[in-house]
């Protein structure tokens, strides 16, 4: 299904990386990205001669194992007095079915423990071994061993991008059904990276991808059908895609108990495995041990999760757990008291109390945890232990919603997406799915994208901020477009940059970020992307100015109204936004300073001009009908009347 070539490439790369990462131990002050070593190609030529070896022998031990099953068949057939004229064949076959199984069987095995490596472990040693693993195990025909390598090839994971390998791999894997394949092509085609710009077919790759059961298929399709990107804008479509994803994450959301780290501490850090740290559970505990006893409440909270939940350091208990929460609830704290809330309401080691849990909740809920506030909103929703109130639901799930509560989303989008409780409102509810939607296991992406464009891998970050745009996250739409106007990116040809951009910038426009909508005032300004169009950039700076008080967009508008600009000249209305831009932002001081003088300098020259030419032209009227002598006449009748002035005044 693969070629053999594409596999050595990738064990090659696999094999620098690992060679890297152990020559870190000899030199702890270089970066990691810079350590250059060279590689011992013989190693991975005995490591590819092995997979081969290990190939021609199993093909070997078939061989002479079905010519042993064939004499004892022989034999056995001959004393029975059967014929054999079919039994050769059927011997072949079962022998074909039971070398492929545990071929298969190996490739399963190998998937797993790379599986394993990259779960107990985030070393990058590590993972370049886990990679080593699904390589191996790609070779011998794993699906999901070859999608991990595809992915690795197209993400640039280790340094190992290679787009034109990850389709070829991922073309295969769609034909053999795989959704994530379907996904990926549908991406590629979106944005014509290694292959043909093709919004229709991206549109059928992603429709069977979410077909397959691709959440991230479903995603882009929902935020398409919501946006109208190639499509029919249709909310109810959009509503739908949304939905399934946002069910998904919800339950893994309902599974995981949900006590979220909020205030971070060297114990935390280590419990989830953050800021450079290793999951670390013993560690963990160590740290929440030592500030507990030094009467940290959180830290009792937290030995009481683990608890709860269990794992290798805290094995799962109950009666520990309700202790270390019994603790920190008796010092007011208020995940100690959403602790003992859950037990009581799921029944952990003693009796299901949902009175004693609404008890607990409430308490929490009022120290504005937001679990607890969830938890409150739940228990009305279901008629958990109280009567059904859809109203005081919503108003918990709402205030649970105001700290970023996931669960509390989602079901206020259930709400809005049924009308339980409140008016119906299929936008209301796809933006709340939406919200759900993007707190997936894909989201990871944001950061090895940041950490790739930091260390000067900008195709690999390009590739995956613009995976997540074409998912619909505003932020990565305008990092994509960012990259794609440096013209830094090698996976796109130089003159499908700007035009990339620019549909990049508006679509994160359209998602209310008042930068990107300066930005697409600028390109039609400069036509970049486009023609130049003053009347449109204008328009865009009037939203930007208007909608979101952007000084830049004030101060830009201000320069087309004084010079008029695809707008009617108006120096007067370029003055009170010069004004408003250094109003609205310190840093528009220095620039409006300077942009007022020219404006006034030009305009006392224009007055001063404008003057000697109307004065000039006065004159040579009056020359024209009074005379030549017309000064001398004005002269005397001022002198005329000064006398007659005078006299008056003195009689």
């Known amino acids: 299904m693969k070629p053999l070539t594409l596999l050595i490439q990738i064990l090659i790369l696999i094999g620098v990386t690992i060679k890297n990462m152990e020559a870190e131990g000899y030199n702890k002050r270089q970066k990691e990205r810079n350590v250059t070593t060279q590689v011992s190609v013989n190693k991975v030529k005995q490591l590819l001669s092995h997979i081969l070896e290990q190939r021609k022998l199993s093909k070997v031990i078939n061989k002479k194992e079905y010519l042993l099953e064939k004499k004892r068949n022989q034999h056995k057939l001959k004393i029975k007095g059967i014929p054999n004229k079919d039994v050769p064949k059927r011997n072949k076959n079962h022998l074909k079915k039971q070398a492929e199984k545990n071929f298969t069987d190996q490739g399963d095995d190998l998937f797993n423990m790379g599986v394993k490596i990259l779960q107990e472990s985030k070393s990058q040693k590590h ?9 191996k195990a790609a070779d011998m025909g794993n699906l999901k ?31 053999e059904g795989s959704y994530k394949a379907q996904n990926a092509l549908g991406f590629l085609s979106s944005y014509g990276i290694g292959m043909e710009y093709d919004q ?26 919501l946006s109208g990107i190639n499509v029919l804008q249709n909310c109810e479509v959009a509503l739908n895609h949304y939905k399934k994803v946002a069910d998904y994450i919800a339950d893994k959301l309902e599974k995981s108990e949900g006590i979220p780290v909020e205030k971070v501490s060297l114990g935390q850090l280590h419990l989830i495995g953050r800021k450079g740290l290793d999951q670390d559970y013993y560690k963990a505990l160590y740290y929440f041990l030592k500030a507990a006893k030094a009467g940290s409440a959180n830290a009792m909270a937290f030995i009481g999760k683990m608890y709860l939940e269990g794992n290798a350091a805290a094995p799962q208990n109950n009666a520990t757990a309700f202790k270390y929460f019994s603790m920190a609830a008796d010092k007011g704290n208020a995940i100690g008291l959403y602790g003992l809330g859950l037990l009581h309401f799921h029944g952990k080691g003693i009796p299901v109390n949902y009175a004693e849990a609404l008890k607990y909740f409430q308490k929490a809920a009022e120290k504005g945890w937001p679990n607890a506030q969830f938890q409150l909103g739940f228990m009305y929703y279901s008629g958990s232990g109280v009567w059904k109130d859809y109203k005081l639901a919503f108003k918990y799930f709402y205030l649970a919603s105001q700290s970023g509560q996931p669960l509390a989303i989602y079901y206020l989008a259930e709400m809005y997406a049924t009308g339980t409780g409140v008016l119906r409102s299929c936008r209301t509810a796809v933006e709340l799915y939406k919200g759900v939607c993007e707190l997936g296991h894909w989201a990871e992406k944001f950061l090895t994208a940041y950490f790739a464009y930091k260390d000067g891998d900008i195709d690999s970050s390009l590739v995956q901020y613009a995976l997540l745009a074409e998912m619909g996250y505003e932020v990565a739409q305008s990092n994509s477009a960012f990259i794609l106007e440096s013209k830094k990116a090698n996976i796109l040809e130089k003159e499908k940059m700007y035009p990339m951009a620019l549909l990049l910038w508006n679509r994160a426009a359209v998602q209310g970020n008042a930068f990107a909508r300066v930005k697409i ?5 400069y036509g970049y992307g486009t023609k130049k169009d003053y009347q449109t950039a204008a328009t865009h700076y009037s939203i930007a100015a208007d909608k979101y008080h952007s000084a830049q967009a004030m101060f830009n508008l201000a320069y087309m109204y004084e010079h008029g600009l ?25 620039p409006v300073f300077f942009a007022l003088m020219k404006l006034e300098t030009m305009h006392l020259l224009r007055d001063i001009l404008f003057f000697n030419f109307t004065m000039r032209w006065k004159w040579m009227k009056l020359d024209n009908t009074v005379g030549p002598y017309w000064d001398l006449f004005v002269i005397g009748l001022l002198v005329a009347t000064l006398i007659f002035l005078l006299r008056n005044r003195y009689r």
């Not at 991808?209 to 959440?215: F, H, T, Y």
């Not at 005032?521 to 300004?525: A, P």
């Open 127 to 135: 993972k370049a071994e886990a990679y080593m693993l699904f390589a």
């Open 521 to 525: 005032g600028d390109y039609h300004y």
């Open 145 to 175: 061993a070859m999608e991990k390598m595809a992915e690795a090839l197209l993400f640039g994971n280790f340094g190992m991008q290679n787009i034109t390998a990850a389709i070829q791999l991922y073309e295969s894997l769609a034909k």
């Open 566 to 590: 695809g707008i009617a000249k108006d120096i007067h209305l370029a003055r009170r936004l010069y004004d408003m831009a250094a109003q609205t932002s310190p840093d528009a001081h220095i």
């Open 200 to 225: 229709a077919k991206a549109l059928i790759y992603y429709t069977f991808g979410s077909a397959g059961g691709s959440m991230m298929s479903q995603m882009i399709l929902g935020y398409r059908y």
